[in-house]
């Protein structure tokens, strides 16, 4: 069984910076792309940022470029997503999915390629 937990979120001020950790069992993290995601109030799903399986490529939303950085630790089979420079619109809630294909070629942006998530952790930035 595919299980991934999130943590690492919370309350922070703008400008300020988090890093999530999303722990997987079931499956090692290094033969599956893995990705962020994260679902403001009233709004629907929006990719964040992915990480292929080789963790050589990476993809993120325009929205994070510059400010965010996903990436993995194999030996703790965990991926994190660290947020810089964090602004009130990155206030959401925050999920860690695993690619329905082992190995795929590149780095899945939609929700639609991934086959197991976690239950969100939620990020609020305050100004």
């Known amino acids: 069984q595919v299980q991934l937990e999130e943590s690492g979120g919370g309350l922070v001020q703008v400008g300020g910076s988090l890093r999530l950790s999303c722990a997987a069992s079931?499956?090692?993290?290094?033969?599956?792309?893995m990705g962020w995601f994260r679902q403001a109030a009233g709004k629907e799903r929006d990719f964040v940022a992915a990480?292929?399986?080789?963790?050589?490529?990476?993809q993120y939303a325009d929205s994070v470029k510059g400010r965010f950085t996903i990436s993995r630790d194999s030996a703790r089979n965990t991926v994190y997503l660290q947020m810089n420079s964090l602004k009130p619109e990155d206030t959401a809630r925050y999920y860690c999915?695993?690619?329905?294909?082992?190995?795929?070629?590149?780095?899945?942006?939609?929700?639609?390629?991934?086959?197991?998530w976690g239950q969100g952790t939620q990020v609020t930035v305050s100004s």
């Open positions: 999915a695993s690619d329905r294909i082992k190995y795929r070629t590149g780095a899945a942006t939609t929700s639609d390629r991934y086959e197991h």
């Open positions: 079931g499956r090692t993290v290094s033969s599956y792309a």
């Open positions: 990480i292929t399986s080789t963790g050589i490529n990476t």
